[in-house]
């Protein structure tokens, strides 16, 4: 298996990408190769300082030195940029000389590299960016959690739907519970998406669909895939990846008054993102996780790893079958 990743997509890039690809190496045997696409003469200097360790016979360089910044416009950028670590990157992908990709850079420009050169499933009408939420029973994936700011009842629909595909296939869930996350439990709460997207999501078989959740219930592990649309989803989770920085920082300043001990990192592990690696953009032709841009060599290495899981489990291959077969229900 081959997974390339991008090594000018963190703020400091190639730095963790290196390192956190030589982990991934480490982990997975002989069984992986990746490719570091970005500055040449960088990854070379960087890879200097780990000597006789880096197996070069799994890791290979291409040189795309030009990098998409987040302040760009994605589309323009993509078509204007064939250079680009995300664009070189994307089309090895679509050429099939490698099976995913990782990218800590610009969002916006991975998304859209995803859309021009490896195209939406058929039957989808719009990609959705998952990401995990740590709770008290394990992790729930959020969709969407900022691809869509302005939703469609359908597109919610579809969320549901590759959102099981993945609680199923990396997850290990063989029936994940499915709910819509809205301002009470009741059916008839909500404006007109959430009482459309209720109607759709109780009505379809296929989901093991509970109703509609609250905002409280999400840390409680009340569900396994929340569906939301893309503004609601991206407000919660910068909210959610707040939390834990704020809380550990309110502990730290209780220590240093009273003179107590405590493994504060240890203690909130689990609201580390690092720990659970990049959010896949789901419902497109290909395998891309999208990661934060402070991403350290550990949220690299696992966002290699969800890479790797998601090859493996043929993923995309699922979500195409579950949206040909909605087609088909739609025609008859």
Same mark, same amino acid.
């Given at each position: 298996m081959r997974v390339a990743v991008d090594a000018l997509g963190t703020d400091s890039a190639p730095g963790p990408e290196v390192e956190g690809a030589l982990a991934a190496l480490s982990d997975a045997g002989? $069984? *992986?190769?990746i490719v570091l696409i970005g500055d040449e003469a960088e990854i070379e200097r960087e890879l200097s300082g780990y000597a006789g360790s880096v197996p070069r #016979?799994? @890791? #290979?360089?291409? %040189?795309? /030195?030009? $990098?998409i910044l987040p302040s760009e416009s994605p589309a323009a950028a993509v078509r204007r940029r064939p250079d680009s670590s995300i664009v070189r990157g994307? &089309? @090895?992908? !679509?050429? =099939?000389?490698?099976d995913a990709f990782v990218s800590a850079g610009s969002t916006g420009a991975v998304m859209a590299a995803s859309l021009i050169f490896l195209r939406p499933l058929s039957g989808l009408d719009r990609p959705a960016i998952g990401t995990l939420l740590p709770t008290s029973r394990g992790a729930t994936l959020m969709l969407d959690a900022g691809a869509n700011v302005d939703c !469609? /009842? &359908? %597109? *919610?629909h579809q969320f549901a739907l590759l959102g099981q595909i993945y609680a199923q296939d990396l997850m290990g869930i063989e029936t994940p519970r499915i709910a819509l996350l809205n301002i009470g439990e009741e059916p008839e709460k909500g404006d007109e998406l959430a009482l459309e997207s209720h109607a759709l999501l109780r009505a379809e /078989? &296929? *989901?093991?669909?509970? =109703?509609n959740v609250e905002g409280r219930d999400i840390i409680g592990g009340r569900?396994?895939? *929340?569906?939301?649309?893309?503004?609601?989803?991206?407000v919660l989770l910068k909210f959610y990846e707040s939390v834990a920085e704020f809380?550990? #920082? @309110?502990l730290h300043e209780e220590m240093d008054r009273t003179g107590t001990q405590l493994d504060v990192h240890g203690a909130f592990r689990v609201l580390d993102y690092a720990e659970y690696g990049g959010a896949p953009l789901l419902g497109v032709n290909g395998v891309t996780i999208i990661c934060h841009g402070s991403s350290t060599p550990r949220a690299v290495q696992n966002a290699i790893g969800v890479a790797v899981r998601a090859v493996d489990s043929q993923m995309v291959h699922h979500m195409a079958g579950e949206l040909q077969r909605?087609? =088909?229900?739609g025609e008859a």
């Open positions: 002989d $069984r *992986l190769e #016979s799994q @890791l #290979s360089v291409i %040189h795309a /030195p030009d $990098r994307i &089309r @090895l992908q !679509k050429e =099939g000389e490698v !469609k /009842p &359908r %597109h *919610l /078989p &296929r *989901l093991n669909f509970i =109703g569900c396994d895939v *929340l569906v939301c649309d893309g503004f609601v989803g991206n809380i550990v #920082s @309110l909605q087609g =088909g229900a």
